[in-house]
């Protein structure tokens, strides 16, 4: 391997810059992690693609680094960036499927460690399923933490996220 095709991490790379060229301030979201407003609901990415990301996180706004890189990585497997998606901190707010549908227009939704209850989806299904309900599909899984922590249930996803997103 030479010089010119070393490939970093973004972990490998935070750790190389330990001290901070720029102060952060606590509301303001770096522009790697772009946030979007709209009709009042906060959420990371673009949207380009309707997709819609649900996660339950308390400790963060969106994800935390791991996490978010994890998520980073299953997307781009699906030829997506998070400029296609809108992810959604369930944590921080509470929202129901009808107006994340008004309002984002999503026709996919990837619930990650979220009960359909918790956005009054009045349809109940398993993990690993993908469950369609008014004009949407979703995908009920485990958290992120979960996901990359296990093999096995990573191989689940996957086989779910190719058939949402590849077939």
């Known amino acids: 391997m030479d ?3 070393i490939k970093l991490t973004a972990t490998m790379i935070s750790g190389l810059y330990t001290d901070q060229l720029i102060e952060e301030k606590p509301d303001i979201i770096p522009m790697i992690t772009k946030s979007q407003m709209t009709a009042g609901i906060k ?6 693609k309707n997709i819609l990301i649900l996660i339950n996180n308390p400790d963060t706004v969106f994800l935390p680094d791991e996490q978010l890189n994890f998520l980073t990585t299953i997307l781009n497997a699906c ?4 400029g296609d998606v809108a992810i959604i901190n369930l944590a921080h707010t509470q929202i129901d499927y009808q107006t994340l549908k008004k309002n984002l227009n999503q026709d996919k939704a990837l619930l990650f460690d979220i009960q359909p209850a918790q956005i009054q989806l009045p349809v109940k299904f398993p993990h690993f399923q993908v469950q369609s309900f008014d004009g949407c599909q979703y995908l009920l899984s485990p958290s992120l933490d979960q996901l990359d922590k296990d093999k ?3 191989g689940k996803l996957w086989s779910c996220l190719q058939r949402l997103f590849l077939s």
């Open 3 to 5: 010089l010119n095709n």
């Open 43 to 48: 959420f990371l990415g673009d949207n380009k």
């Open 79 to 82: 030829k997506m960036s998070l």
């Open 152 to 154: 096995q249930l990573k």
